[in-house]
């Protein structure tokens, strides 16, 4: 897909869901009754409305990211994240439609710290956090750029906390387990043997449980 014509699907789907939200509105103060509770009436319906339009937003996320995920892979054993910038404005699209679009705060942080901007990087990644609080990807991701990137292990410390802790949300047992890999690091460089070898223990689960759940199978290598 050329540039210009993710572009126009970009701002297609934007327009559609400004007339979902502005006719939703409309509905909702037209079906409005003259009684006290015709206000509560308006917002179910806006709701109802505004529900529509999060899903056409997380559709349009989706569209583009299939139609971007092939070409990234084309680059990563070849070019490498620090030559692939020019799809950094379709990632800026996705999560601005699909603020829980995990994977692409995830991707987007590494390829602006590979190409020489790195503090837009982990700011980036810190926006990820903040929209997916419980996202224990997100919050691995960016306590390993703190390790790695700012060398700055006590900031790192409080988001591998949040990794494991119970409400933490894991898509698969294998994207846990790397991301308890990080936190076990992250707990050693803070000196927290015991919290360490607590994160190695649930590695060590995973690992040891046949049904195990791994991330899906790229068909696009």
Do not use: C
């Not at 502005?22 to 179910?44: C, F, I, M």
């Amino acid at each position: 897909m050329t540039e210009q014509l993710t572009t126009r699907i970009t701002a297609a789907i934007v327009a559609l869901a400004l007339v979902v939200v502005l006719g939703g509105q409309a509905l909702a103060d037209r079906a409005a009754p003259d009684v006290p509770n015709g206000a509560l009436t308006g917002r179910a319906l806006g709701r109802a409305g505004f529900a529509y339009l999060t899903g056409l937003r997380q559709f349009g996320a989706a569209l583009l990211w299939n139609r971007l995920e092939p070409q990234m892979h084309e680059y990563y054993g070849g070019v490498g994240l620090g030559r692939m910038t020019f799809m950094l404005p379709n990632i800026k699209a996705i999560v601005t439609l699909d603020p829980q679009f995990v994977e692409g705060y995830y991707v987007a942080p590494e390829i602006l710290i590979e190409s020489g901007h790195a503090q837009a990087g982990l700011d980036l990644a810190k926006e990820g956090v903040a929209n997916n609080p419980k996202s224990g990807e997100l919050l691995t991701s960016y306590a390993e750029l703190l390790l790695t990137r700012s060398k700055d292990a006590t900031v790192a410390l409080p988001y591998a906390e949040r990794a494991v802790a119970t409400d933490a949300v894991w898509r698969t047992d294998e994207e846990k387990w790397d991301g308890y890999a990080i936190a076990r690091d992250v707990f050693k460089k803070n000196g927290l043997q015991q919290k360490a070898a607590e994160a190695q223990a649930v590695m060590d689960a995973i690992s040891a449980n046949p049904n195990a759940t791994k991330n899906p199978v790229d068909t696009n290598e």
